[in-house]
């Protein structure tokens, strides 16, 4: 691992962790109806970011490295943000915190850039140190206006990016003006971007934007409260895919089918007993920090998706690797059209259970169709893996800590691990921690 790629590891966890003081802020200082409303808006620029931040920073990046033009580029992506910002603005003129919240769409454009750059220079750490000063200062004002409601909420997110943009584009003042130069609209250079781009962030990112599209389609139908309710425990259990996340970048820069198996039983692995981990205390651990959210069974429920992407994100990694989206692309999409059918027939009704379920039936048709190479067998074995542990995580309580002693041996049983594997994953864990 190389000390920028250690860096970033580093400043990426101190990131995680003020997003979790933050969630406790929100959860503690802001009203479970505030938030939901919220959220509902923040997903919905999310969704707008898709095409606004096209590319970036995953296409952005080669594009940047290879010397090609970045004005036309950039120039379109800012356009797209401004213009989407524009339409929310005016529609919600009337309330002031969505108007300041609507800020935010040229902000990512922009921030999305200055990752672009700075990736495109190895410079991961200092990207991820820059995700850490804008985490503590929308920690700082969310917690400071709080009794502002709604628009000290919005400020703070908008003030965080405002810095972390400033600080960014300060630092790369110098590679600027190669980026926005020729910056106009130029038919040539973007027919040969956005093609790719689009794949590239469908690969990457549709799975991911689902997510806030549940959010989205829940507030559509039901209540604000139900909506933070999904939030805070989607992003709690979000704790779960920071392995696979650091795993699938090992697998993108490594094409052997080696690794990508490795990788995979070692996501799984830690992923699940993790998951036990978190629903085990998921009682105690509400009772402190989110006294005002019973989501004790949400997180449970919401666990199953997630250890499904611990498997199959090393799979669409491996494809990026070896140049072949098109291996993965066609079965995201059936992923995300089941999700997305299956949010607006069950939300109307069953509300916050029914998003659930959809996510759950999209995440394991998204692990049968992309996780194949691995065999059906084994991925079947994977399903009734996480179904019995979170089944008995859920009623045993604080007494599943001790589930892991028992499913480990079953995953041997199983054949999903092996000794020689279990001597494997701490080597390559040994590895990981370690830089030139």
């Not at 033009?69 to 992506?77: A, H, Q, R, S």
């Not at 910002?85 to 309330?95: D, P, V």
Request: hydrophobic share 55%; charged share 10%; net charge positive.
């Amino acid at each position: 691992m190389s000390r920028q790629s250690a860096y970033a590891a580093v400043w990426m966890l101190l990131s995680k962790g003020l997003t979790y003081l933050l969630l406790l802020v929100i959860a503690n200082k802001y009203s479970v109806a505030d938030y939901g409303k919220f959220s509902f808006i923040f997903s919905l620029l999310v969704l707008l970011s898709f095409f606004s931040a096209l590319g970036m920073p995953y296409y952005l990046v080669p594009w940047i490295q290879s010397k090609k033009k970045t004005g036309p580029v950039v120039f379109i992506l800012v356009a797209l943000s401004i213009l989407f910002s524009a339409l929310i603005i005016t529609s919600a003129w009337k309330t002031d915190w969505i108007v300041v919240l609507a800020l935010l769409l040229p902000l990512w454009t922009l921030n999305g850039l200055g990752s672009s750059l700075l990736w495109a220079q190895s410079k991961y750490g200092i990207d991820r140190f820059f995700c850490v000063v804008d985490g503590a200062v929308t920690l700082a004002i969310a917690f400071a206006a709080s009794a502002q409601g709604l628009m000290g909420l919005a400020s703070a997110y908008v003030l965080g990016y405002i810095v972390q943009v400033a600080v960014s584009f300060l630092y790369l003042r110098k590679h600027l003006q190669d980026a926005f130069r020729d910056f106009r609209f130029h038919v040539p250079t973007l027919s040969r971007y956005l093609t790719p781009a689009l794949v590239t962030s469908l690969v990457y990112l549709s799975l991911g934007v689902l997510n806030w599209l549940d959010t989205f389609v829940l507030g559509l139908f039901r209540a604000s409260e139900e909506v933070a309710y999904y939030t805070v425990a989607s992003q709690i259990c979000s704790l779960l895919v920071l392995i696979p996340t650091a795993l699938s970048f090992v697998v993108l820069t490594r094409k052997d089918e080696k690794t990508l198996f490795t990788a995979s039983k070692l996501s799984f692995l830690i992923s699940l007993n993790l998951a036990i981990i978190l629903i085990a205390v998921r009682e105690p651990l509400l009772a402190v920090f989110f006294p005002k959210y019973p989501i004790g069974l949400f997180i449970g429920l919401l666990s199953t998706g997630m250890l499904f992407f611990s498997v199959y994100i090393m799979h669409i990694s491996h494809a990026m690797s070896i140049m072949k989206p098109h291996m993965v692309l066609p079965k995201i999409i059936t992923a995300c059209t089941i999700n997305i059918v299956l949010d607006f027939i069950l939300a109307p009704t069953f509300g916050i259970y029914g998003v659930i379920v959809s996510t759950f039936i999209a995440q394991l048709v998204a692990l049968l169709l992309i996780g194949h190479a691995q065999g059906y067998d084994k991925l079947i074995s994977v399903v009734f893996i996480v179904v019995i542990s979170v089944g008995l995580a859920l009623f045993l309580k604080l007494y599943a800590l001790l589930l892991p002693f028992f499913i480990i041996p079953l995953m041997v049983v199983m054949k999903l691990i092996s000794p020689e594997d279990l001597r494997r994953i701490v080597r390559v864990a040994a590895q990981s921690i370690k830089y030139k």
